[in-house]
């Protein structure tokens, strides 16, 4: 008696998923490369979902949100919280956080670090925003950048411990400051040997960006003329400022930040209030002479600064901040202690299971 056979069990061939509407179909003419691993690009017989990657990445950021740290120095009255009340269009400078008008300027300089959560179209970012009153206020400013500097090295050094946890964090806070806007008073003469002293020192450690506070008060052609000496002075001291030459990845970012370079600093004007003009409310100061239109390239910088501070550069000054200031500051740390402990054989073995 002959046993039956019976035939393998046929499973239906699994359907190739719908190429979504936005994913262009592959040129005729494209070069087919050698499939498998290690060769050239291969010819894909139907969408496999590669390009949701960058979703995918979105979703997850958009969960963890952004972390944003930006200090803000200069002396007294050149309108430093104005202005970065005017670049996020919310409160949050100290004055909105129990700072009254009536607050005495401290002897010293003092570090007040307040932040704020701020959202647009969805995106959450945490704002600090780290004011330094009392810097340059006093009649001896020697070493007045010292508090300062030792506040970003403080953060460096909050930001490593948490690193070198044996349980450290899934997400590590980031208190590190990616970004110092360096107030330069409307002389229209040179710079004061305490900006160039400050800048000396701290650009070193942070990325500063250099901008001229209350540009109004000149006209054009003193402005002008201020901009390219104060980038003058700033070449003859050896005084690098953000976006540093060495950091440009290829030539498009070079042919970007040269553009930027040849406009710093940025002369801006800050404002809180608004103004009918020409039938619309704009952001200004009122003048004798008619209306300082904050966002009016032909009045001021205050536009070019924003979109570069916040839209084209905001995501490279962490990258900056962490991939050289940071690492600068751990290389050495790490080299005053000795280095790192050497690694055993058997750790080295385990280590490449």
């Known amino acids: 008696m002959s046993e039956s056979i019976v035939p393998p069990e046929v499973r239906p061939k699994p359907a190739v998923p719908a190429k979504p509407p936005h994913v262009a179909a592959p040129s005729p003419t494209a070069p087919h490369g050698p499939s498998g691993l290690g060769g050239g690009g291969s010819t894909l017989l139907g969408y496999i979902g590669i390009d949701t990657i960058i979703e995918q990445m979105r979703k997850k950021t958009m969960k963890a949100g952004f972390d944003f740290n930006i ?6 009255g050149l309108g430093k919280s104005t202005l970065v009340n005017t670049l996020f269009k919310s409160q949050v ?26 959202e647009e179209g969805g995106v959450k970012m945490k704002l600090t925003v780290i004011d330094t009153p009392g810097f340059g206020d006093q009649i001896n400013n020697e070493n007045c950048w010292d508090p300062i500097s030792k506040y970003i090295n403080e953060q460096y050094e909050k930001f490593l411990k948490e690193e070198v946890n044996i349980a450290r964090k899934k997400r590590i806070p980031d208190t590190r400051v990616h970004c ?23 650009s070193r450690v942070v990325n500063i960006i250099p901008v001229i506070a209350k540009s109004d008060t000149m006209t054009p052609d003193e402005k002008n003329e201020f901009k390219h000496r104060v980038r003058k002075e700033l070449e003859t001291h050896g005084i690098e400022y953000y976006p540093q030459n060495e950091f440009d990845d290829d030539m498009e970012d070079k042919n970007e930040n040269d553009k930027i370079r040849e406009a710093m600093p940025f ?45 084209s550069h905001l ?11 940071y690492e600068t500051y751990r290389a050495r740390r790490l080299n005053d202690n000795g280095g790192l402990h050497p690694i055993s054989a058997n750790n080295t073995q385990e280590s490449n299971l």
Not at 71 to 76: A, N, Q, T
Not at 277 to 288: H, M, P, Y
């Open 315 to 325: 995501q490279d000054l962490k990258e900056v901040t962490h991939n050289i200031h």
């Open 71 to 76: 200090m803000i120095v200069g002396h007294s």
């Open 267 to 311: 002369a801006v004007v800050g404002s809180d209030k608004e103004f009918q003009v020409n039938g619309k409310r704009v952001l200004g100061r009122k003048t004798a002479w008619g209306v300082v239109e904050v966002e009016n390239p032909n009045h001021c910088e205050f536009a070019l600064l924003r979109d570069f501070l916040i839209r």
């Open 180 to 202: 110092c806007l360096y107030f330069i008073s409307p002389t229209g003469h040179s710079l004061r040997q305490l900006d160039i002293e400050f800048m000396k020192h701290l």
């Open 93 to 118: 400078s100290r004055w909105s956080s129990g700072w009254g008008g009536e607050h005495k300027i401290p002897k010293t300089v003092e570090i007040k670090a307040v932040s704020h959560v701020i």
